[in-house]
């Protein structure tokens, strides 16, 4: 299943550029407000090299990667939960994300209008959480006005009515739900209303093609890597332009560009590593001849967890786990081996899976 993503972001920040490049789509990206009206939805592949090195080891048919889905979504303007310029029609396209990635503009163009005719990242960041606050604040009231008469005439619900009264008073003093303490909680109550300021956030900056070597030059590099640091979310800092350009090239090719322009990694390829940290996600393998299968699980997740990640019923049967990691088979090349030197081992439901975990799950149903 993939991980999803929403992509958000004021009009001209380069947001559909950057989808179009991560996913290889032809989305229209002009020098105009809302060009992107509907949402556009593409999944792509996150090239684990382990993947393919366990795929020669295993000399396998098939190769199946973790995978990232992308929501692009209409830029945001102010007021926008009132009505201007395309509403918050697009807020419920991305409710259901695991985490947002919210595209912030750095760099300066003439050429590129600024809905703001200035370039302030923290403006910009300002002006769309509000207006996801106000979304959540709009969820907040309708269940308040909805449930007001039940818990004042039989008392159900007043733990819940009461959280979501401080919910409600946190986002009023323009404060996102990430930053509310949900200790003691009843969090099960919160979690199906997918509140938008409660979700992980990772800012991408889109800097000029002078500055991608040395961001750290930007005029507003430490402002917003301030910010960022203070509401515990990720940053990275790419152009939205040139991973544009080497989308365009041949694979055998786009390596070779990276490094002429000294840039250690894809756009796509940093923003994943980053997901993954941000979401505390980790991926274990199946191998064999058939197939290598890359599984993302969170960090903490115990053997027979991980199972049912693959079926329901791996989990309901689970029995043992046979583990060895990617490096070992990597350095030892064939299982015997790893048997020979005691790197192949059975673990039972309880063992915690490892980042670069090679599983085969025996259960019974």
Same mark, same amino acid.
């Given at each position: ?143 308040? !006005?909805? #449930?007001?008469? %039940? @818990?004042?005439?039989?008392? =159900?619900?007043?733990? $819940? ?26 969090i099960g109550f919160v979690k199906p209303f997918n509140f938008l300021t409660n979700k992980p956030v990772l800012y991408v900056c889109n800097v000029s093609e002078e500055e991608i070597e040395h ?14 640091? !203070?509401? #515990?979310?990720? %940053? @990275?800092?790419?152009?939205? =332009?040139?991973?544009? $350009? ?100 059975l673990e039972g439901k309880e063992y915690l899976l490892k980042d670069g975990d090679v599983c085969h799950f025996r259960f019974n149903i």
């Open positions: 299943m993939a991980i999803k993503i929403g992509l958000v972001g004021l009009p001209n920040v380069g947001k559909s550029t950057l989808f179009n490049a991560l996913t290889l789509s032809e989305v229209e990206a002009a020098n105009y407000p809302f060009a992107t009206i509907e949402p556009n939805i593409a999944v792509v592949e996150i090239k684990d090299e382990r993947v393919k090195a366990l795929g020669e080891l295993f000399s396998s048919k098939k190769l199946i990667y973790n995978q990232l889905q992308f929501v692009d979504i209409a830029g945001l303007v102010k007021n926008a939960s009132k009505g201007e310029g395309l509403g918050n029609k697009f807020l419920t396209n991305i409710r259901e994300v695991d985490a947002i990635v919210h595209v912030v503009r750095l760099f300066d163009d003439d050429k590129i209008i600024h809905v703001h005719h200035q370039i302030d990242p923290l403006v910009d960041i300002e002006t769309v959480n509000i207006e996801l606050i106000f979304s959540d604040l709009d969820q907040i009231e309708k269940w308040l !006005k909805k #449930n007001k008469t %039940i @818990v004042t005439n039989t008392g =159900k619900l007043k733990a $819940e009515y009461n959280l979501m009264l401080r919910l409600k008073a946190h986002l009023e003093t323009q404060q996102l739900l990430s930053t509310f303490n949900f200790d003691n909680e009843p961001p750290n030059k930007n005029s507003h590099y430490k402002a917003i890597k301030h910010y960022v640091k !203070k509401t #515990n979310s990720e %940053i @990275v800092f790419i152009s939205a =332009k040139i991973e544009e $350009e080497i989308s365009k090239l041949p694979e055998e090719e786009q390596a070779l560009f990276l490094h002429e322009l000294k840039i250690p990694s894809s756009g796509l390829n940093l923003i994943s590593q980053t997901i993954f940290h941000l979401l505390h996600l980790a991926t274990y393998f199946t191998a064999g001849p058939q197939e290598i299968h890359a599984w993302p699980f969170p960090l903490g997740t115990n053997a027979k967890e991980g199972a049912g990640i693959i079926h329901s019923d791996f989990a309901k049967g689970f029995i043992k786990a046979e583990i060895y990691n990617y490096n070992d088979i990597k350095k030892y090349k064939t299982e015997q081996t790893l048997k020979e030197n005691g790197l192949l081992r």
